[in-house]
Structures are given as C-alpha cells and as structure tokens.
C-alpha cells in the first residue's frame, strides 16, 4: 500500500501539517498546482491513495509520465525545481523539464517525515490532475477524482469517461451535478448518452438494456 500504510492515526493533524508544507512550497510550484494539492488533501489518506494510483495509471497511458515514475517523485522534484509551471507553455514541458532537469531518488523519500511525504504526493496529483486536463481538453475538478473513486470506477472506466465527456461536450462538473440529481432533464439525458456511450466501449457485450441500468443505478443516483 505504499508509504500509506505506515501512516500513524493522526490522519487529521497529519493532513494539517502536509497542508501547511504545501502552502509554504508555493513560492517553488506556483498558486494554481498549490490550491489543487489542497484540494487533494480534503480527500480522506485511504482515498486518496487509490486516487493516486488512478492518476499515475491514467497518467502512464497518456504519455505524461513513464512506466517507472510515480506521483511522489513528480511532487518531490516540483518542490526542488527553480521553475514553476507558469514559466511553461504547458504543464506536460513542465513534467518534461522535471523529468530531465530535476533529481529525486527514493532513498530521499524514505527518509522523509509522512507529513512532507503526503504534501509531495498532494502535489504530484494535482500535475498529474492538470496534465491529464491538458491531453483531455476538459477541466477536471478534484471532486472527479474522489467521486469516481466513491463510485468504484477503475481507471480504464474513468479514462473512458472523460473520452465521452469529451465527445458529447459534458463537463466532469455537469457529472457530479447528475449524480446529485442538480440538472435539467436535458442536461441529465445528456450526462446519460454519453455515460452509455462509454459502457458501450467499455462492455460491448453487454445488452444495452443492462447498461442503461448500469447507468442509472449509479451511487449517489
């Protein structure tokens, strides 16, 4: 379970205290990537490893990192970096320079204490958040993560997801609105066509009567 499992059970001080080593490295990853780690860590320690996993997961397929590297190492080296990401034309050249450019190794990481652990992992998520924004062409707010993490989705599902969001015009935000039954019925059926669409690529030997009712039987439906 990685470092996670190491963790002592004062997970809402611990949490506390990464935050605060996420504000102070401001200066070093900028505001945007910054309020996003803060975000991330409003997500329970146990969620949010399996959000990590998903992110790395999504994130490998899409190019962004390579098979070798991880979320902890990314925030590592953005919080040694003498560059922020605004200094860059895209967040993915900024993972590039960080990838060349920037040194972590793993002997380091060990050796550091779990709040500066967890602030690092906050970080890299959020990059990886931003990145996989970049290649998908859609604003993904980190509630997305910790929702499809509630719902159970695995990342080929989630990949999907985006996909026929993306082709439908759909926002991430309209699907947490769908979820909390907050849309119009055209907006609704517009959420549900592309959720159906994606269970169509996903389980094409399924009859669609099922996924409709895979669809609407969602958690939180």
Do not use: C
Not at 7 to 14: N, T, Y
Not at 91 to 106: A, G
Not at 108 to 130: H, N, Q, T, Y
Not at 203 to 221: F, Y
């Amino acid at each position: 379970m990685g470092f996670f499992s190491s963790l002592w059970e004062g997970v809402k001080s611990l949490a506390s205290k990464a935050v605060s080593v996420v504000t102070n490295s401001v200066k070093k990853v900028g505001e945007v990537i910054v309020e996003g780690a803060k975000k991330f860590l409003e997500i329970e320690i146990e969620k949010l490893e399996v959000v990590k996993d998903i992110l790395e997961t999504i994130a490998k397929a899409l190019g962004i990192i390579k098979p070798e590297e991880n979320v902890e190492e990314l925030g590592d080296k953005a919080m040694k970096a003498e560059k922020k990401p605004e200094e860059f034309d895209s967040i993915n050249q900024y993972i590039d320079y960080l990838r060349t450019q920037i040194h972590s190794s793993k002997k380091e990481l060990e050796k550091l204490a779990p709040e500066e652990k967890l602030a690092r992992v906050s970080i890299g998520s959020a990059l990886l958040s931003k990145a996989i924004e970049e290649k998908k062409s859609l604003e993904i707010p980190v509630e997305f993560w910790k929702e499809a993490v509630r719902l159970g989705l695995n990342s080929k599902e989630i990949d999907e997801y985006l996909n026929k969001f993306k082709e439908a015009g759909v926002k991430p935000e309209e699907f947490l609105k769908y979820l909390k039954r907050e849309l119009n019925i055209n907006d609704e059926e517009k959420v549900e066509s592309a959720l159906i669409n994606a269970y169509k690529e996903l389980e094409p030997n399924l009859d669609i009567k099922d996924i409709e009712e895979k669809v609407i039987s969602l958690p939180g439906k």
